[in-house]
């Protein structure tokens, strides 16, 4: 069972991750403009179900995959900061362009698709997630709980923005500032993956 330190460091980083604009968290918000909260919440379900899927499908492949081979999570590593600093990099502006959002209505098979193809579940499962939990069915469970108590709020958090930006336009001039806050963490973040790796 993973200890309660390493739940709450890794729910950070996975919250970081997950707030940042990305495809599933598009189709939320396009969803909660079109038809708020209480039309998106199934969506919330199809979100969980593609990234248990996606982490999954990823944690346990390139667990099996790295026996052998020693220096895969570290090439993975490197890959997963690269990837942060790109989107942080990419959402730097992505306030611009938040309201471009798909313009049909957003399906249960739409989101769960998009979302187990999102590489944010690679990201999860390589980089974030303890590697103890694909090495125990009981240790992977208590860790997705831990994930799915993050994500949930997270994904009612963009539901719910769509509301708000159609309510009070005024605040969607604020939404620049916030995401470029949450870039600077990101690409502190991907420094910190940089020196584990450099640092062993």
Same mark, same amino acid.
């Given at each position: 069972?993973?200890?309660?330190?390493?739940?709450?460091?890794?729910?950070? *980083?996975? $919250?970081?991750?997950?707030?940042?604009?990305?495809?599933?968290?598009?189709?939320?918000?396009?969803?909660?403009?079109?038809?708020? @909260?209480?039309?998106?919440?199934?969506?919330?379900?199809?979100?969980?179900?593609? *990234?248990?899927?996606? /982490?999954? $499908? =990823?944690?346990?492949?390139?667990?099996?995959?790295?026996?052998? !081979?020693?220096?895969?999570?570290?090439?993975?590593?490197?890959?997963?900061?690269? *990837?942060?600093?790109?989107?942080?990099?990419?959402?730097?502006?992505?306030?611009?362009?938040?309201?471009?959002?798909?313009?049909?209505?957003?399906? %249960?098979?739409? @989101? %769960?698709?998009?979302?187990?193809?999102?590489?944010? $579940?690679?990201?999860?499962?390589?980089?974030?997630?303890?590697?103890?939990?694909?090495?125990? /069915?009981? *240790?992977? $469970?208590?860790?997705? +709980?831990?994930?799915?108590?993050?994500?949930?709020?997270?994904?009612?958090? =963009?539901?719910?923005?769509?509301?708000?930006?159609? +309510?009070?336009? +005024? =605040?969607?001039?604020?939404?620049?500032?916030?995401? !470029?806050?949450?870039?600077?963490?990101?690409? +502190?973040?991907?420094?910190?993956?940089?020196?584990?790796?450099?640092?062993?």
């Amino acid at each position: 069972m993973p200890n309660l330190d390493t739940l709450l460091k890794m729910s950070l *980083y996975v $919250a970081l991750v997950l707030v940042m604009p990305g495809p599933t968290n598009t189709l939320l918000l396009s969803s909660g403009l079109k038809v708020g @909260l209480r039309g998106t919440w199934p969506l919330l379900i199809a979100e969980a179900l593609g *990234y248990l899927a996606g /982490i999954a $499908a =990823w944690g346990f492949f390139l667990s099996a995959l790295a026996v052998g !081979r020693p220096w895969l999570p570290a090439a993975v590593k490197l890959v997963s900061a690269a *990837y942060i600093l790109l989107l942080a990099v990419k959402m730097w502006g992505a306030s611009r362009t938040l309201h471009d959002v798909p313009g049909g209505p957003v399906t %249960f098979r739409d @989101l %769960f698709v998009t979302t187990l193809l999102n590489p944010k $579940a690679l990201l999860f499962a390589s980089t974030l997630f303890p590697l103890e939990a694909f090495h125990s /069915i009981r *240790y992977f $469970a208590s860790t997705i +709980a831990a994930f799915l108590m993050v994500l949930i709020p997270v994904g009612i958090g =963009w539901s719910c923005l769509g509301g708000l930006l159609t +309510a009070r336009r +005024a =605040w969607a001039r604020h939404t620049s500032t916030l995401l !470029r806050g949450a870039c600077v963490v990101l690409v +502190a973040f991907s420094g910190s993956l940089l020196y584990s790796v450099f640092n062993r």
